[in-house]
């Protein structure tokens, strides 16, 4: 693909060509993608859609990069991210029932923004990052809820461009997966949220949550979150730390000694790296459980 194609969607964002994707993701690795860009605004983002299609080019769609693993040899085509710290900053506002929430905003405006405005029910969101489009699209969560609990209408952008608007329901969620049909960006959601009784008391439960997140999460080495998701019936950190591979590692990718469904960065990491580690915890597993290890994480990319 020359670059000439891409020449087109430059007026449409913040671009780079061959952008590192090290740059872009939690987990600090991954090679370049060919052209990366950041939208103006989503009548911006439908016009990128209509152009990729026309022109048959590749797009991967992104938030802030804190739940993938990007190949060392990187994205071909266009990625397309929707997130906020690069400067377009998005809109969070009381709309009738609803907060409405741009989808690159980061989580933790949404939550002050709820908290501040007398509402509750964000618990199980605190500490999470990234934007709100990837807490919608992975259904992020925790043992306290996930986003389905408090979100009732997207906005996106269709396979053609188009911007619409659909509900959403518990049928749509899965345990990080939202089912999203014709949806390619999402560009924002409608939250429904109950009204606190005491913002103090829920501002200090919320600095506990944090406190407690970084008492158990290794907090300071690039990841991306927990790397497994939890076969049924089982905790994956456990088997993970019964088949003694805690602070197993491969290059500079280790499993974390301290959350062992956590793979950290401990350096210079290669995807591949983490890759191979993930495939040795899942053959590892397999052989001593007889659980089959599904990844949280989004493998993106050519590795
Ligand atoms: C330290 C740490 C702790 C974490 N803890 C948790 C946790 O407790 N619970 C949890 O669920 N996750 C956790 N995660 C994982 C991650 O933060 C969440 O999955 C988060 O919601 C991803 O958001 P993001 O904006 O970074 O999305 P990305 O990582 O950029 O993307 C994730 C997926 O969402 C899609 N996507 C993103 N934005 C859009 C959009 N606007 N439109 C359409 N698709 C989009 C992407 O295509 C991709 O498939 C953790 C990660 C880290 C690094």
Redesign the pocket.
Known sequence: MSEKKYAYLEKYGIFRYSAPMNEYT?FKCGGPADFLITPAGYDEASEIIKYCVKENINY?????????LVGDKGIRGAVIR??EDMGIKGKIEIQGEFIYCD?SVK?TDFIDFAVDNGFGGVEFAV?????I???I??N???FMGTYIDILKKIR?IDKSGNLKVRDMSSTDAHY?HMD?DD?????GGYFMLPRTEDAGLLRSKIEDIINDRKFK?P?TYP????VFKNPDGHQSWKLVNDSGLKGFRIGDAMVSELHTNFIINDGNAKAADIRRLIELIQKTVKEKFNVDMHT?I?MIGEF
């Open positions: 939690s991967t769609v992104i938030g802030a990069g804190s739940n993938l929707i997130s989808a989580k500490g999470i990052p990234g934007s489009g990837g807490g699209s992975m992020a969560g925790t996106y990080r999203l949806a390619v960006i999402i560009t999460h907090w990841s991306a979150g927990s949280e989004k």
